[in-house]
């Protein structure tokens, strides 16, 4: 069974405060996702492995650590995922970018398909897969499927807001994906929405309505 981590770093839980509130305009909402994005994934590399490393300073050697295993890759959900990308290439600047669309049909609430590219190198590298709702789960659950009919092995789960739905869908289909959260939420409403959520994210990240 794969395990859930809520973050709850003051600075996280501050700004989704921000992040949530309906009264947050575009440009704001944009620079806060980009915030807390950046923040989680200081707390979610937290586990990478660290090798032996000597350097020289103007005054001696230093021995010193760097980042060592597989090579790290991201994994937007398109749209909305596209918000948390730049927040997490600042702290990992070496990260490979792949990009799976999917958009939820408004009537099944089913994830279509409609684009997938990912780094060439996809069984070397660890992947993230990034989106800022996770509803249902169809959404993520179909992203996973993606990458490991392609070939990924290794592969984490980070979004802003859950509900607990989604987050048993991920856990039954991908039992080996662990997620990582800044809220899991109380339920899903009748149209799929997250309560209380914070709204379409695409949406209020885009500017689209
Ligand atoms: C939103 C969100 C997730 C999905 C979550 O995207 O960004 O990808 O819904 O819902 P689920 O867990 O029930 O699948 P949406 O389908 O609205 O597409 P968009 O990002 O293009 O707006
Ligand atoms: N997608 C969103 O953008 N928000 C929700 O609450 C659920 C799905």
Redesign the pocket.
């Known amino acids: 069974m794969s395990k859930v981590f809520v973050f709850d770093h003051p600075l996280i839980q501050h700004k989704l405060t921000y992040i949530r509130d309906k009264s947050t305009g575009t440009k704001e909402f944009r620079e806060l996702v980009d915030e807390v994005a950046g923040l989680m994934a200081f707390e979610i590399t937290r586990d990478l492995p660290l090798k032996d490393v000597t350097v020289e300073t103007p005054v001696g050697q230093a021995a010193s650590k760097k980042i060592a295993g597989k090579k790290l890759g991201l994994v937007p959900i398109l749209r909305?995922g596209l918000g948390m990308t730049d927040g997490i290439l600042r702290m990992i600047p070496a990260a490979r970018v792949g990009h799976v669309g999917l958009y939820?049909d408004p009537e099944t609430l089913k994830p279509v398909e409609y684009y997938v590219k990912l780094p060439a190198d996809v069984k070397e590298r660890e992947f993230i897969v990034i989106d800022?709702?996770l509803?249902t789960g169809g959404s993520a659950v179909e992203a996973i499927n993606s990458l490991k009919k392609r070939g990924a092995r290794s592969i984490k789960l980070m979004c802003l807001?859950a509900a607990p739905e989604g987050v048993e869908a991920v856990q039954e289909a991908h039992p080996d994906v662990d997620i990582f959260l800044a809220a899991l939420d109380e339920k899903?409403n009748e149209k799929?929405?997250?309560v209380p959520?914070?709204?379409?994210?695409?949406?209020r990240l885009f500017g689209t309505k």
């Open positions: 909305a939820r800022p709702m509803a807001v899903l799929g929405y997250i959520g914070l709204g379409d994210a695409g949406d």
